[in-house]
Nanobody, 125 residues
Framework: QVQLVESGGGSVQSGGSLRLSCAGF????????RGWFRQAPGKEREGVAFIDSDVRPSYADPVKGRFTISQDNAKNTVHLQMNSLRPEDTAMYYC???????????????????WGRGTQVTVSS
């Protein structure tokens, strides 16, 4: 059974940085699309950053140039480095894994089959 466990969330001031990690257990996830999603109170879950089996990253427009997704195959782990954080980045952040179709990783939550429980990121102004 695949299990994803996030870590690294916390509270920072605007302009600060955090690094999230997502460790995968039970399966080699390097052949999957791995993604980070976030959900703020009262809002829909949205895709943030993705990395496919060819290690090609992609990003949602609001985080381009500020967030970087990377992977550590040896540890079956995906990281999200978040710099220049803004109050609007405040949300619960989830990692997810889904099938890699060979096209760009989907930004749609329903395309992802495995989910972590989330880690809270709070950015104060």
């Amino acid at each position: 059974q695949v299990q994803l466990v996030e870590s690294g969330g916390g509270s920072v001031q605007s302009g600060g940085s955090l690094r999230l990690s997502c460790a995968g257990f039970g399966y080699d996830l390097s052949n999957y699309c791995r993604g980070w999603f976030r959900q703020a109170p009262g809002k829909e879950r949205e895709g943030v950053a993705f990395i496919d089996s060819d290690v090609r990253p992609s990003y949602a427009d609001p985080v381009k140039g500020r967030f970087t997704i990377s992977q550590d195959n040896a540890k079956n782990t995906v990281h999200l480095q978040m710099n220049s954080l803004r109050p609007e980045d405040t949300a619960m952040y989830y990692c997810a894994a889904g099938l890699d179709s060979g096209l760009d990783c989907s930004p749609l939550p329903y395309e992802y089959h495995y989910w972590g429980r989330g880690t809270q990121v709070t950015v104060s102004s």
